[in-house]
C-alpha cells in the first residue's frame, strides 16, 4: 500500500535535537516531492520544510539554520534533522508526499520540547 511511516519523535529538552525519519512505501520516492508538516492545536498547519524534485529544500524561517532535511531514495526515507530545538518546535511532525498540498500523510510522530 502506499504509506508513509514517521519515527524519531520525542520529549527532548531545550537546545537539544531529534532526527525524524519518514519512510515510504508502495511508490518511489524520487518522483515525488516530500515535506514535513507541523500541528499544533489551535493553530494553523505549518510546512516546517520541503524537499522537491528538482533538488531544491526549503523550509520556514523559524527553522533555518537548525533543521536540514535530506533524502535517502535508495532507502526510500526521508530525515528531518533538528537541532537546537526549542518550545516553538513542539508539535506533531507528519511526512506528507506533495508537502502541504500532498495527498499521502502519514500518521505523525510527537516531538515535545520542554524542561
Request: aromatic share 10%; proline share 2%.
Amino acid at each position: 500500500q502506499v504509506q508513509l511511516v514517521e519515527s524519531g519523535g520525542g520529549l527532548v529538552q531545550p537546545g537539544g535535537s531529534l532526527r525524524l525519519s519518514c519512510v515510504a512505501s508502495g511508490f518511489t520516492l524520487d518522483y515525488y516531492s516530500i515535506g514535513w508538516i507541523r500541528q499544533v492545536p489551535g493553530k494553523e498547519r505549518k510546512e516546517v520544510s520541503c524537499s522537491s524534485v528538482d533538488g531544491s529544500t526549503s523550509y520556514t524561517n523559524s527553522v533555518k539554520g537548525r533543521f536540514t532535511m535530506s533524502r535517502d531514495n535508495a532507502k526510500s526515507t526521508v530525515y528531518l534533522q533538528m537541532n537546537n530545538l526549542n518550545s516553538e518546535d513542539t508539535g506533531i511532525y507528519y511526512c506528507v508526499r506533495g508537502c502541504f498540498y500532498g495527498d499521502i500523510w502519514g500518521q505523525g510522530t510527537q516531538v515535545t520540547v520542554a524542561s
